[in-house]
């Protein structure tokens, strides 16, 4: 099994940062895509940014500028920097990761347990 444990949520005023951290363990052969996601009250969870194993970042609209991921594929962690936070950021931020378990080309897809985020305006 895998497990992706997320920390560094919390509550933030308007214009401040937070860093969120994911690392990703258990019985893992090889990790791709990594990436944050997160779903407000009543909302759909949305794609926050990824990150694939060579390092190509891709951010949603609403984030670019503000934020930055980055990963350590030797310890199999994926951060996210968020800048010049926004009421509108508050929700709760899922780490999501693609994994091989071994050598068979097979992926599987994994979710970390969600972290808060609140930012006040």
């Known amino acids: 099994q895998v497990q992706l444990v997320e920390s560094g949520g919390g509550l933030v005023q308007a214009g401040g940062s937070l860093r969120l951290s994911c690392a990703a363990s258990g019985s893992i052969f090889s990790v791709y895509d990594m990436g944050w996601y997160r779903q407000a009250p009543g909302k759909q969870r949305d794609l926050v940014a990824t990150i694939t194993s060579g390092g190509r970042e891709n951010y949603a609209d609403s984030v670019k500028g503000r934020c930055t991921i980055s990963r350590d594929n030797a310890k199999n962690t994926v951060s996210l920097q968020m800048n010049s936070l926004k009421p509108g950021d508050t929700a709760v931020y899922y780490c999501?990761?693609?994994?091989?378990?071994?050598?068979?080309?097979?992926?599987?897809?994994?979710w970390g347990q969600g972290t808060q985020v609140t930012v006040s305006s």
């Open positions: 999501h990761a693609i994994v091989a378990l071994d050598s068979s080309g097979r992926t599987y897809q994994y």
